[in-house]
């Protein structure tokens, strides 16, 4: 009545919100966002009969005093057949296009879309909706192909530190391709005496050169490829690498804040909305 906050509901809030874990709820639900491209999280609220609450009407708080709420619920969206109001998927103009109007459970239960949180990560056309159980493209498809690239990069260092020396020697062609058993037997003498450090013998006519491949350049190759996995991921090269920032008067600021506002944008876009629901149930 006096305008000031009640210090007591507000520490009993703060309890229940840690004791239901809505923390770990948003993680979980961001964690699926990029996963699947969508992340849904349902309340768990049961009836004075013990029974789950019937959500299929439109959500109101008015109707919960009494009831046992118990959190909320992140679903993998492949568990959710999407139903929708009439027009819905075939008026454009419906305020609802393409949008879920209830996600129907597995036991049969429908859930009205007010009492659900839903978030997407990378928005897509209306037509490529229902491939994507009407959510967005997830980070995985997105990131996929340059993550096997940067780590076949990785892949390729010691394989090109071990094999950079490649010797070429004079030889009659014609009688390689006759006598393969006997070549095949000399390249192995030959390839175990300079893996071990070996002496290597030669004919005194014989014409030999060992051609270096250099690596200057490699790392460079190798991290730039882990630089586009970063781009995509939106965050900084050196938090994915956990590596110092380099480069002449380099602190790594910039990339920092810009990633700051990312998880800001995160926060107010999808946790906001997931621990404002979550309240609203538990008052």
């Known amino acids: 009545g ?17 004791k239901m874990g809505i923390n770990d709820v948003c993680v979980k639900l961001n964690y ?52 929708f109001e009439e027009g819905a998927t075939r008026d454009p103009l419906n305020e609802r296009f393409m949008e879920p109007t209830w996600y129907k459970l597995p036991d049969g239960r429908a859930i009205h879309h007010t009492w659900f949180i839903k978030v997407n990560n990378a928005e897509v056309a209306d037509i490529l909706k229902p491939t994507y159980y009407y959510g967005g493209m997830p980070l995985t498809q997105m990131i996929y192909k340059r993550v096997w690239c940067a780590e076949k990069t990785a892949n390729e ?29 000399l390249m192995q003498v030959i390839t175990k005496c300079r893996n071990n450090w070996g002496v290597f013998f030669k004919s005194p006519t014989s014409n030999i050169q060992q051609i270096d491949t250099s690596l200057t350049d490699f ?65």
């Open 2 to 18: 006096d305008g000031k906050p009640d210090n007591d509901l507000l520490t009993a809030v703060k309890k229940a919100t840690e």
């Open 32 to 83: 699926n966002k990029r996963v699947f491209g969508s992340g849904v999280s349902f309340p768990i609220i049961y009836d004075k009969n013990g029974n789950p609450y019937d959500m299929s009407k439109p959500f109101n708080p008015d109707g919960l005093k009494g009831m046992d709420y118990r959190g909320f619920k992140v679903v993998d969206p492949y568990w959710l057949p999407p139903q």
């Open 157 to 185: 260092a010691p394989l090109l530190a071990m094999s950079k020396r490649m010797l070429v020697v004079d030889a009659n062609v014609q009688q390689i391709i006759k006598n393969k058993s006997y070549v095949y037997k």
């Open 219 to 283: 790392e460079e190759c190798m991290f730039s490829q882990f630089q586009l996995v970063a781009s995509i991921a939106q965050m900084p090269a050196t938090k994915l690498l956990q590596t110092t920032p380099k480069g002449f008067n380099s602190t790594g600021e910039f990339e920092w804040k810009i990633y700051a506002q990312l998880q800001q944008t995160v926060q107010n876009r999808d946790y906001k909305p997931q621990i404002e629901k979550h309240i609203e149930i538990l008052t």
